[in-house]
């Protein structure tokens, strides 16, 4: 089996809308979580390299590898579909 490589732009999105999605969840427990990760960043005494991130996005490029080796593609093909999935938990 061939697999093609994931897109950047599927990776990586300026979109606002990820992180309050998923600190709104119905998922109680992907919802706790989130709002405790971004409560642990808000108090991160650090800068960001990363605009997209500083921007309030989100940016899965540090897991691309996994994303091949697990065969992901076809199963979150979008941020949309890997958020639902993976995230929040809403599939």
Same mark, same amino acid.
């Given at each position: ?29 992907? *919802? +706790?979580?989130? @709002? !405790? %990760? ?6 991160? =005494? ?28 076809? *199963? +979150?093909?979008? @941020? !949309? %579909? ?6 929040? =938990?809403?599939?």
């Amino acid at each position: 089996m061939v697999i093609k490589p994931i897109e950047r732009q599927i990776i990586k999105d300026a979109n606002t809308t990820w992180l309050k999605q998923a600190k709104n969840s119905t998922n109680t427990f992907a *919802k +706790a979580a989130w @709002i !405790e %990760a971004a409560q642990i960043c808000d108090e991160w =005494n650090a800068s960001w390299d990363n605009e997209v991130i500083t921007g309030g996005g989100v940016d899965f490029s540090d897991v691309v590898e996994l994303w091949w080796i697990f065969q992901l593609e076809n *199963k +979150a093909n979008t @941020i !949309e %579909a890997f958020w639902n999935t993976y995230v929040v =938990n809403e599939n």
